[in-house]
């Protein structure tokens, strides 16, 4: 696919990565015409809503596979002694072209984590102004937003989808029918972002309406590889092409590479910490020990099941319909095996997915070597905490009683569970929710950038992805992400 627009010598500008939230300040920085911008995009692109990859419309399904033309695969370690790999979204759109569509919002309660302007009340109207919810109306949800939010309606629920609903109802969940009200919590339809079996994420409702915009140049299967400074000033960028190594001049770059490319980028830019960056021969530009720290993401404990009866699942049924909210957990009935779900896979038992939505471990992000072309080490350090595994061996308990009971178990055989430490650590996964690898913060200290997204210590210099999230939100965090991106967008 042909990149969108010619090769860009200088911008007013510079978006990098065109993903969730880079489509959104693409879209919103470029309503200036007076302001020149550039959206430098690693992964291929396309001119229009005609040019979108058909695979990467189907809700259905997740586009992440081995042989996916549309991520970046990291090999990762989960916890000592595990690996495993994690893909990410590189294409027009980022994760958010590729995901599951769970388009929920954070809890009041996580904004706790947050700086004092980044309350629940200071930024709901953004989550409202992304979205139409086609269920509820009122104080908490958006009517015009280009983002379209709706729940499946119950007769289009999966089997595994009812049958799990019952039996949470039976042992006492509360009904949760609407997850994106405050204090929401038990089992309920999840908030998609699907309309017609069609993800409409960002960049379909952000970026590319807008891409005739005379002052909007997108450069897909583009790599940027280095921020440049002039001391401690943004001066432009290093890009690369398969063909060549270009710059393009600028005094104003935001990265919104993501949570795993962002810190490795600001890393190979002379940004993180002194020792680490010194001892792989990379000048200092700015010691920030935090840029790769510490990040949350929701380990995921995979409970495994076979179907008494062949049951059916169309095309337009979304991996997940309903989820159960309990204390610090999720539980996910999906409607397919991770198999059927992921083209490429391989095969897949059908599973209920056991999730840690407020963990305590914490992970790190750690440059290899200066090499850009070389992956960074991304260790998840899950399962340290003995808090963690005591909240997860209850849940899996809890799971157990309620996939033997009434409706469930005449539908379900569980695979046997002894459960331990060792038997999490053989069932673990994780919700591909990286974030906080960049931590937003009022304390330099502790953190990489400000509450207006400026890196710390430099000129010209934002990151505004999941990276700067302060911790992973209690519930998925693509709504939060376009949020944090539409109200960054009125301060950069
Ligand atoms: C398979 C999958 C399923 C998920 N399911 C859900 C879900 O159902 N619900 C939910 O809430 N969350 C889900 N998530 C998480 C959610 O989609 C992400 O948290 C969110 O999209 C991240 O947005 P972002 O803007 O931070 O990064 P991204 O959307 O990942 O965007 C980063 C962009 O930057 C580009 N890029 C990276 N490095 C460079 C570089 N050096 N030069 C140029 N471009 C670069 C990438 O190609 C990409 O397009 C899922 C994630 C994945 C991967």
Redesign the pocket.
Known sequence: MAAVGGFPESADVVV???????SVLAGRLSEDPERNVVV????PGHRGPEEFPPDLNDAGV?P?GPNSRWT?PYPVELTSGRSGWI?????LG???A???????RAQVEDFGDWPASWSYEQVLPFYRAIETDWDFTGQWHGTDGPIPVRREPLEAWHPISSAFADVAHAAGHPDDPDKNAPGSKGIGPVPLNIRDGVRVGPASAYLIPNLDRPNLTVRSD????RVLFSGTRVTGLEVSTTSEVRMIRTSEVVL????V?TPH?LMLSGIGDADHLSALGIPVVADLPEVGAEFTDHPEIVVPYRYRRPVTRTRRTPALQVTLNTGAIEMRPYTASFGDLIPGAGAGKPCLGVVLMRPHSRGEIRLLSADPGDVPRVSYRYLESADDRRTLRDAVSHAEELMHAGPMSRLLEPEPIELSDQWLADHLGTS??LSGSCRMGVNEDESVVDERCRVHGVDGLFVV???ILPTVPSR????T?VMVALRASTFL
Do not use: I, K
């Open positions: 990098v990565g065109a993903g969730s939230c880079g430098v995009e690693s992964g997740l992440v970046w893909a990410r979204g590189r294409v980022g994760s958010g590729v995901n599951g569509g769970y388009f929920v583009t790599t940027v590889t919104t590479a993501g949570a490319a980028l591909l929710h992805d999941t990276s998925g965090p693509h709504a992400a």
